[in-house]
């Protein structure tokens, strides 16, 4: 069973940093590529980063390029979304995302709140 | 701002049919496959299409996905007052390098 746990979520100020991780089970880990999904309260999905399976390759948004990182450790089995310069609107539920049948996401981690409020 | 257009809401009684629209660009839709998601509040979205047509393991047939051109279309029949939720069209966008999102649909059973 594929099984996608994330962590770290937290209470941060504006301009402070916080790490996810996402420790996933159930699959070939390093077959796969990684995403990170976001939500700001009253809004819809929105992509953050995505990572390749050997960890070479990485994509942002561009409302994060320059702040965030994804990073991967395939002898963990664990992604995870380094996040830094924190703005209030990165404030969101987020969530890491398996790559399915490409492009599409197949499982999906339980979600952890960030705020970035002072 | 999302490159990918779907409407803000719609809905029907149970046991009826609707139809979510998806409008994107040559970029994204045009050249690449479509994936559906419904999301609940409080919970992780689900997989309902990938491939712009085909439903993963678990899935009803009651959802069904289809692409033509720039555009997508999401149908659900027989409604059920658990399909109440927001539905989200998806697909990376080879401008943008980026996975794209619709903006949402909310599907109201009334």
């Known amino acids: 069973e594929v099984q996608l746990l994330q962590s770290g979520g937290n209470l941060v100020q504006p301009g402070g940093s916080l790490r996810l991780s996402c420790a996933a089970s159930?699959?070939?880990?390093?077959?796969?590529?990684l995403s990170w999904v976001r939500q700001a309260p009253g809004k819809g999905l929105e992509w953050v980063s995505a990572?390749?399976?050997?960890?070479?390759?990485?994509y942002y948004a561009d409302s994060v390029k320059g702040r965030f990182t994804i990073s991967r450790d395939n002898s963990k089995h664990t992604l995870y979304l380094q996040m830094n310069s924190l703005r209030a609107e990165d404030t969101a539920v987020y969530y890491c995302?398996?790559?399915?049948?490409?492009?599409?996401?197949?499982?999906w981690g339980q979600g952890t709140l960030v705020t970035v409020s002072s | 701002q999302s490159v990918l257009t779907q409407p803000p809401s719609v809905s029907a009684a149970p046991g009826q049919k609707v139809t979510i629209s998806c409008s994107g660009s040559?970029?994204?839709?045009?050249?690449?496959?479509i994936s559906w998601y419904q999301h609940l509040p409080g919970t992780a979205p689900k997989l309902l299409i990938s491939?712009?047509?085909k439903r993963p393991s678990g899935i009803p047939d009651r959802f069904s996905g289809s692409k033509s051109g720039t555009s997508a279309t999401l149908g659900i029949t027989g409604l059920q007052t658990g399909d109440e939720a927001d539905y989200y069209c998806?697909?990376?966008?080879?401008?943008?390098?980026?996975?794209?999102f619709g903006t949402g649909t909310k599907v109201t059973v009334l």
């Open positions: 995302a398996k790559e399915g049948a490409p492009p599409s996401f197949d499982y």
């Open positions: 159930g699959f070939t880990f390093n077959n796969y590529a």
């Open positions: 990572i390749s399976g050997t960890g070479i390759s990485t």
């Open positions: 040559s970029s994204n839709i045009g050249n690449n496959y």
């Open positions: 491939e712009s047509d």
């Open positions: 998806g697909t990376w966008d080879s401008s943008l390098s980026a996975y794209v």
